[in-house]
């Protein structure tokens, strides 16, 4: 089973900022490596597929890198709605497997 | 657009069986991997099964391999999970998701809530 680790557990920032977000994998899953939004109370929301792709009404200031083992969720310009947590989740192989997730908090 | 409602949660005692369903609407149920994820109280997400667009194969997360079946209805639109045995470490809310390209969760229903408790 492919292990995702996330990193920070946790961000605090203030509006405006650039937040980076970590997703290792413990083994690599090539470009298959997708990136998701929940909200409290909430379904997750798919942001990135592929490593770099986004979803559809996906706003720009989401974008994903990496290939391999190494993979990063950068929002350039934090904004208040943004608030959640934020997990990876790769498809190259069986079982597919979610990382511990990132939340995200406003300074 | 793209509709998953998912129903038959509820508390069950530990060793019972229950079955979920997700209703679809707004795609061609029958051309899509359909999913099931997990999450349980306060927790992260796991996924838990997958079948095919053609029913034709499906694959479990090891912790439910045995005891959970998953299964599809195009004739009704319909994704189901059997669950037997259940165990209080399944208690979860659990999420039906289609699949965009490949496994990713294109689109996620609300989720119903499985408590399996005596």
């Known amino acids: 089973e492919i292990v995702l680790t996330q990193s920070p557990a946790t961000l605090s920032l203030s509006p405006g900022e650039r937040a980076t977000l970590s997703c290792r994998a413990s083994?690599?899953?090539?470009?298959?490596l997708a990136w998701y939004q929940q909200k409290p109370g909430q379904a997750p929301r798919l942001l990135i597929y592929d490593a770099f792709n986004r979803a559809t009404g996906i706003p720009a200031r989401f974008s994903g890198s990496g290939s391999g083992t190494d993979f990063t969720l950068t929002i350039s310009s934090l904004e208040p709605e943004d608030i959640a947590v934020y997990y990876c989740q790769q498809r190259n192989s069986w079982p597919l497997t979610f990382g511990g997730g990132t939340k995200v908090e406003i300074k | 657009q793209v509709q998953l409602v998912e129903s038959g949660g509820g508390v069950v005692q530990p060793g019972r069986s229950l079955r979920l369903s997700c209703a679809a609407s707004?795609?061609?149920?029958?051309?899509?991997?359909m999913h099931w994820v997990r999450q349980a109280p306060g927790k992260g997400l796991e996924w838990v099964a997958v079948i095919s667009f053609d029913g034709s194969k499906k694959f479990y997360a090891d912790s439910v391999k045995g005891r959970f079946t998953i299964s599809r209805d195009s004739s009704r639109n319909t994704l189901y999970l059997q669950m037997n045995s259940l165990r209080a470490e399944d208690t979860a809310v659990y999420y039906c998701?289609?699949?965009?390209?490949?496994?990713?969760?294109?689109?996620w229903g609300q989720g119903t809530l499985v408590t399996v408790s005596s």
């Open positions: 998701a289609k699949e965009l390209t490949g496994s990713n969760f294109h689109y």
């Open positions: 083994q690599s899953v090539s470009g298959y």
């Open positions: 707004g795609f061609t149920f029958g051309s899509f991997g």
